[in-house]
């Protein structure tokens, strides 16, 4: 078969290698196909010396010893499979030896520590050792005197973290070294290192090291070397039979490399001269074809904390979103979209796997989300997109595994940053060449509270006026006062609230979201001007609602009522002009299907339904629970530590440990019932499902419409 533009790929070990060093790459090598080229750009950590390189995590903090809260992760790169497995030795302090902890490789669990003085050893599986990124994850087990997170928590403590071939050979880091190590464990984790905001992903090279490559052009190579280490670096790009490229990074520095590709195939050497043991990053690699691209651009925009009814598309005033309303003129709008959470990082968690909560984990069992999930960045990464991602929120942010898979992504630079920072922020992103087709991630996170909305939307929704309705001597005066701490307060219902106060908060929230609208509409234009919108899959959804007083409650979270998991969803197809309405039941994990199917990629098992080809849900999930990301806050707004939610098109069911509520769709309002017979059967499926726990409840059990609905899930 003929290739019609560049490619590139690393030498098989041992034929242009340098002795050892190797490149971890994410995935199997790029599948040929008659479309055009889908060039593969691996990422991963050149290293040597052992087959295995694990470092603490970010979780863990260093004095004397090694100590985590709760859980905490090592992450680690396997070079090449050591035929024994790889051995990990773990020495507690005081009481921490008296705990049960749960020992889990790439979200499985691989040993149970009993309690004893220690030290503990267990062994990692040769055949559980692929080359490529991994993870260990410690969870402590909780008991009964840890009836909550308290400062027990903060006790668990390890004189020492080793690992190495067998258990004669152990090595280890000292505690102090953690914050020199801290951004090649966050590299290894997360797949992004970054000093700042900014964060890229690409080649990490450990100390001077050098690595071969075979690239096939003609085209070009944007490279962006950044140097993490203390002192000066020289990067070097050297072709065989041709002069060098190259450059020295100062200390903290990047600069920008660009490789002319000549036609057919040419032969590479990546090195960096610098410091032992500094880092020293390839980021951003952009291969730039000259054949024309096939695969469509890719657009994602979350407007956080966004109810559907705030919307124009879904019922809201024409003045609410005037640019959400105009683009749903030539989009398909989704009138029974859910979350599957009612809060950040599950949620976006769900749209990027194509998971339930319980099964990707991220703020459920985990702090983040798994490395070894493969996101829909990463999936599309592989496929030749260049992806770029913003995130206006902390909660999704790369601390917490939303940047897996991107080339480029930008946290907030404190806990949020305005729809306005990041639309200037897409604008100088899109002035680099993107070197293929575009993989754009907007989380815009304004109507998030607190609700603070800029002019002119504060006026045009008579915010200040109705601040000044509100009266002073209350916990509700205080927080219209500037106040934040009476929000939480608020928000645990100590303090009622009356007409005034609901009529100033729900303007302040209504104009926090016409000012997103306006970021929404001016990001659309940018796309426009590069010429990226109109043959572009956009979607805008939202990954969960607000409480804007609906049962006395405010603000999401820790329930699962309607207002907090119904949420809009608009998505434009290429070249689509005119409008379609869907009404059937979708979810949040519908997205990493849906969108891999645009791209023309293959789809992965998950728990998601391919828009427009697969029938909807007959029903769908939402979950709630505790964890040392999401504590939850008191009764009365809290229900229960864990919360499962079934929604069907005319009745949902919501139940817990010790309790369940249902209700059925009356018009617009939701109307209390009785459960239907065979739910208690129902649940236990439900939780057994998401547990992947054996299915082995008999269907005879389940009334004939509750078995046909699991059937038609895959739980029968």
């Avoid at 020295?248 to 002319?260: K, N």
């Avoid at 859910?338 to 809060?343: E, F, G, L």
């Amino acid at each position: 078969m003929t290739r019609k533009g560049p490619r590139w790929w690393f030498a098989r070990a041992g034929a242009l290698a340098v002795a050892g060093y190797l490149i971890l790459g994410c995935g199997r090598p790029p599948a040929e196909s008659d479309s055009a080229p889908r060039a593969r750009l691996p990422r991963g950590v050149v290293f040597e010396g052992p087959p295995v390189l694990c470092l603490p995590g970010r979780e863990w903090r260093a004095d004397d010893a090694w100590l985590f809260l709760g859980t905490a992760t090592i992450p680690c790169a396997v070079r090449e499979t050591p035929q024994d497995g790889w051995w990990f030795e773990l020495e507690p302090m005081g009481p921490t030896a008296t705990y049960r902890y749960s020992m889990l490789w790439d979200g499985e669990v691989i040993a149970e520590l009993a309690p004893e003085a220690g030290p503990w050893k267990f062994v990692i599986p040769a055949a559980r050792l692929s080359p490529g990124e991994h993870q260990l994850e410690i969870r402590r087990q909780r008991e009964y005197r840890d009836q909550q997170y308290g400062a027990n928590w903060l006790d668990n403590r390890f004189r020492r973290i080793r690992s190495g071939a067998n258990p004669e050979s152990l090595t280890g880091l000292p505690p102090r070294t953690h914050p020199s190590v801290r951004l090649l464990s966050d590299f290894l984790r997360f797949g992004v290192v970054g000093r700042g905001p900014v964060k890229r992903g690409g080649w990490m090279f450990v100390g001077p090291s050098s690595r071969s490559l075979i690239l096939e052009g003609p085209g070009r190579l944007h490279l962006r070397p950044e140097n993490l280490s203390s002192r000066p670096g020289r990067f070097r790009a050297r072709r065989r039979g041709a002069e060098v490229v190259e450059t020295e990074v100062p200390a903290g520095f990047a600069t920008s490399l660009e490789l002319e590709l000549p036609a057919g195939e040419s032969h590479w050497e990546l090195s960096v001269d610098g410091v032992e043991h500094g880092l020293f990053l390839w980021s951003q690699p952009r291969l730039e074809t000259s054949a024309p691209g096939r695969l469509p651009p890719v657009v994602l925009v979350t407007l956080d904390t966004t109810r559907r009814d705030a919307l124009t598309p879904y019922g809201a005033p024409r003045q609410a979103t005037p640019h959400l309303a105009r683009f749903a003129r030539r989009a398909t709008v989704w009138d029974r979209a859910h979350s599957t959470s009612p809060w950040t990082l599950p949620s976006h968690a769900s749209i990027f796997t194509g998971l339930y909560p319980s099964r990707h984990r991220a703020g459920v069992q985990e702090s983040a989300l798994n490395p070894a999930r493969r996101t829909l960045a990463e999936r599309l990464r592989d496929a030749g997109y260049t992806t770029l991602g913003f995130a206006g929120g902390s909660l999704s942010s790369s601390r917490f595994g939303v940047a897996q898979g991107f080339d480029y992504f930008r946290d907030p630079e404190r806990y949020q940053d305005t729809g306005d920072v990041l639309v200037r922020a897409v604008r100088r992103a899109l002035e680099e060449p993107l070197g293929g087709p575009l993989f754009l991630f907007v989380n815009l996170f304004d109507a998030h509270a607190p609700y603070e909305p800029p002019e002119p939307f504060a006026s045009d929704w008579q915010v200040p006026a109705k601040r000044q309705q509100v009266p002073i001597a209350t916990l509700w005066g205080q927080l219209a006062n500037g106040d934040q701490r009476a929000w939480r307060r608020i928000r645990d219902n100590q303090a009622p609230a009356g007409e005034r106060e609901l009529a100033w908060l729900e303007a302040a929230y209504r104009a926090e979201v016409a000012f997103t609208d306006q970021q929404v509409g001016e990001l659309f234009a940018l796309l426009e001007s590069k010429g990226l919108f109109d043959d572009a899959w956009v979607v805008v959804t939202a990954d969960h609602g607000e409480l804007l007083g609906e049962g006395g409650f405010f603000s999401h979270g820790a329930r699962l009522d309607p207002e907090l998991v119904e949420v809009p969803l608009l998505i434009k197809e290429p070249r689509q002009r005119h409008r379609r309405r869907r009404d059937g039941l979708v979810s949040g994990v519908d997205l990493f299907p849906s969108l891999l199917a645009a791209a023309g990629l293959e789809i992965p098992p998950s728990d998601g339904r391919v828009l427009g080809r697969d029938q909807t849900h007959p029903l769908v999930l939402f979950e709630e629970h505790r964890s040392l990301v999401h504590p939850l806050p008191p009764a009365p707004r809290v229900i229960a530590a864990q919360l499962f939610g079934l929604q069907r098109s005319q009745q949902r069911q919501v139940f817990w440990e010790d309790g369940e509520e249902c209700r059925r769709r009356s018009g617009t309002a939701w109307r209390p019932e009785p459960c239907p017979q065979g739910s208690e059967v129902l649940r236990r499926r439900v939780l057994e499902k998401l547990s992947a726990a054996p299915l082995v409840v008999d269907p005879g059990e389940l009334p004939e419409e509750e078995a046909a609905a699991l059937r038609a899930l895959g739980y029968l």
